[in-house]
């Protein structure tokens, strides 16, 4: 890291600012109004196809190139055991148990 | 407000509450490996366990790390990090409507969006149970907030969080709320097809750009009519 002591400070209150502006622009803008169904069904869309890309990105890419690792293969074995209705918490053990041990053979 | 209204709001807001536990359990791992690497990358124990309080979005908080970490600036560090949030734009938008009230309090009631509450929120019809909404962040964020103070704070007694497999809490947390979006044969396709295009963008775009331009798939919902 190249940022000193006060620059990091800097980033931080950015940071806590340009979320705050960006979680608060839907509601200010949009709010209160009824909208066209077309907009409905465009909104009930949105949460599949950020949440596939969050996922996809995190498992397959790292930084600018696709990429897989241990983590993939915990991933994996953790979203078999989320479709056969496993709890979450438990999914999660499973899956940095998994990334965890074939990282250390 | 009327009484059944108000009793309502309640059920739905302890509702939220315990819907969100599991995820702040999940959340106060995550958070507690953004210390121990804010920790590593040089940040101080206070600077660590402020930007998880004040910043709360874990992938904001990574992406500026991360970019940092390698010897980027404020300015790149901050666009990362605000485009990681940039889906927060569009969850906020599909909750506008479900928030009553003037600008500054449904401003102040935006704030209460992470990714799950948002997930957990939506009645799958286009509109949010705004109560439950706010009952799940709750837990999430004190939690969030104890994750970062332990691992900013013992963090070095940890050592590699890589070697720990602490990089797979992230995606697992994420698939959880996916499974329960896939309700029918159109989310599934713009599920998949959001996917390839983030995939496909991943290596001729800055971090964070291949997740909001999966969100441009759902405009398949113009054109598609609903049977």
Redesign the interface.
Known sequence: ???T?A??????????A???L??????????????PP????????????????????????S????SVG??TV??GV??VM??RRC???L??VV???????L??I | MAGPSDEDARQAFLRGIKAGVPFGVVGFFLSASFGVLARQAGFSVAQAIVTAMIVFAGSAQFAALSVITVGGGIPAALTAGSLMNARFLAMGIALAPSLPGGPMKRAVQGQAVVDSSWALASRGDGTFDRWLLFGTTVPQYVTWALGSVVGAIFGDALGDTHRLGLDAIYPVFFLSLLITELRDSSSRWVAVCGGLVALALVPISPPGVPILAASAVTLVGLVRRSR
Do not use: D, N, Y
């Open positions: 890291m190249t940022l002591h620059e990091v400070w800097v980033l931080i209150v950015c940071l806590a340009m979320t705050v960006i979680k608060a622009l839907g509601p200010v803008l949009l709010g209160g109004r009824q909208l077309w907009f409905s069904r465009v909104i009930v869309l949105m949460a599949p196809a950020l949440l596939t890309a969050l996922v996809v990105t995190s498992v397959f890419a930084g600018r190139s696709w241990a983590h915990g991933v953790a979203a989320l479709w709890s979450l918490v999914c999660v899956a940095v148990l998994v990334t965890a041990g990282r250390a």
